[in-house]
């Protein structure tokens, strides 16, 4: 037995190492185009520079309150010690994966009343999945979260019995200093519904007064930062308004709701399905066609998956905390206003475990071989590495490219003539230039030049806002439809006010210079 367990530790220790290699590209020096990364880096910038909390690629520098501060003060430290290079920021968000990997599959194993391949194939599918390692690829909170959310699932599962509301608030005190976005309540909510199964009424009373309090700090953050147009708006607002980037469309009724969850939940079944298939080209294809039809094999796989996996919670003996997140989280997930395959990410082990436990217990019932399970397992977990390594060696092959900052995004040309823009900027403009644009942060980042979000209004509002802000330039670009929508208008109402300075080779992407105003 002992000889197998140790062919077993050494099978999942190369298997590991095997999948680790394909991370390394990820600690390349590029960031992600998700606009929070920047924000957080800016935050982190000014803190390290003796500016304070600051927007300080705003051109009022106003200071900050959206963002809490715990994140932006973990970077400012390594910035402080290390330089600008966003190597070390890469090393410090690997190093949260590893750990929130290795809550997975602590958590996974105590799950697993066998101990065997069962949790060893979900945990090595999960980290094999190209999700994964997308969110390995990104400079966000989303790998601390994750380290938070297994290893506090793991804590209150192993005390399940004792769960108390002191337990809980420490947690919430996490999700207060570092803002681990709501999918991290999820514990506190399986916790609270816990107390109400086991009847232990007077401590959850004391949990929801605490989670309340805390939770209105938390919340607090958005409520306090000074309001920009264009389109900032609360949580609570956000799930009540038919689109949160546009609040006039009307509110939520029962009607959109029950459309919401229903969107998501498609969303997310055709994000595992074409995850399963290699088709995720498909996804893309299916949410933003106006007559797209979901293929009949593509919808056949996720409702697999969904019954396996709901095979899997049935089968797992005992009722178990853990299975109480793993519900509130998807309640939270299809209640959401959008659906995004990072969400997922942190579902990822215990998704592939009860899949892996729903098909052992449909095998046991069908009464076929016992090796069977375990044999699958195995083929899934290759599987997994063979799909990992091949985005990794894609990830290498954009990095052999002559420019590989923008290498990455080869994908993306509208991101690609977005940052090609930013650098026309920072080559032709005078460091005091100020940008009116639909990505701020992102072109501080890259052209060094304070900038400011246009507002989604008409052409004499967008006006306003370059003369308040002082705007010398503006950029219209295909990131997002709004610089279409909304400063293109703009230009073509009032072209004696406009310049056209640069644009990208099929011009799309403009650079625009600001006239001054006549008179």
């Not at 290390?82 to 602590?106: Q, R, T």
């Not at 980037?245 to 969303?267: E, Y």
Request: aromatic share 12%; glycine share 8%; with cysteine.
């Amino acid at each position: 037995m002992s000889g197998l367990k140790n062919r077993r530790a050494v099978a999942v220790a190369l298997l590991v190492i095997i999948i680790g290699l394909t991370y390394l590209p990820a600690l390349h020096n590029y960031l992600s185009t998700n606009g929070d990364n920047a924000l957080y880096l800016s935050l982190a910038e000014a803190l390290a520079t003796g500016h304070g909390y600051t927007d300080i690629f705003s051109p009022d520098q106003r200071p900050h309150q959206k963002t809490l501060p715990g994140f932006p003060m973990t970077l400012a430290g390594l910035r402080i010690l290390f330089g600008p290079s966003l190597i070390v920021i890469k090393v410090f968000h690997l190093a949260c994966l590893a750990l929130g990997m290795l809550g997975a599959y602590k958590l996974i194993r105590l799950l697993d009343p066998d101990g065997g391949w069962t949790a060893h194939a979900a945990w090595i599918l999960a980290l094999a999945s190209p999700w994964t390692q997308r969110l390995a690829g990104m400079v966000l909170t989303e790998t601390l979260f994750l380290a938070a959310f297994f290893w506090a699932m793991l804590w209150l599962e192993r005390t399940w019995s004792g769960i108390g509301p002191r337990k809980v608030a420490g947690y919430m005190l996490l999700v207060v200093c570092y803002g681990l976005r709501s999918a991290g309540l999820a514990p506190v909510a399986g916790a609270g519904l816990f107390l109400l199964i086991k009847k232990r009424f007077r401590d959850a009373v004391v949990l929801a007064v605490v989670f309340l309090f805390l939770f209105v700090l938390w919340q607090s953050r958005n409520a306090l930062a000074p309001a920009y147009r264009g389109g900032e708006i609360l949580p609570g607002q956000a799930l009540s308004t038919v689109d949160p980037f546009a609040p006039d469309k009307g509110k939520v009724t029962p009607r959109a709701l029950a459309g919401r969850v229903w969107r998501n939940t498609v969303g997310y079944v055709l994000d595992f399905s074409c995850l399963v298939t290699g088709e995720e080209s498909l996804r893309r294809e299916l949410v933003l066609g106006n007559d797209a039809r979901i293929p009949m094999r593509i919808l056949a796989i996720g409702m697999l998956v969904c019954v396996l996996v709901g095979f899997g919670v049935r089968a797992i003996q005992g009722f178990r905390y853990t299975d109480l997140v793993f519900a509130m989280t998807w309640v939270m997930l299809l209640l959401w206003p959008w659906c995004i395959f990072r969400f997922l990410v942190p579902l990822l082990p215990l998704i592939y475990f009860y899949l892996f436990y729903g098909l052992r217990f449909m095998i046991r019932h069908l009464r076929l071989p016992r090796a069977a399970p375990a044999a699958f397992a195995v083929l899934i977990a290759v599987m997994g590495v063979g799909v990992s390594a091949a985005a990794g060696l894609d990830t290498l092959r954009r990095l052999a490219l002559p420019d590989a900052s923008l290498g990455f995004y080869e994908n993306e040309p509208a991101f690609r003539d977005y940052f090609l823009a930013a650098r026309w900027l920072e080559a032709h403009t005078n460091p005091d230039a100020v940008v009116l644009c639909r990505k701020p942060v992102l072109l501080y980042r890259f052209a060094h030049r304070r900038a400011a979000q246009f507002p989604f209004e008409n052409a004499e509002e967008v006006l306003s806002q370059i003369e308040h802000f002082g705007a010398t330039h503006v950029i219209v670009d295909t990131t997002r439809k709004e610089a279409a929508e909304y400063l293109t208008p703009t230009i073509q109402a009032h072209p004696e006010r406009f310049e056209q300075v640069h644009a990208s080779d099929d011009g799309c992407t403009q650079v625009w210079r600001v006239r001054p105003a006549s008179g």
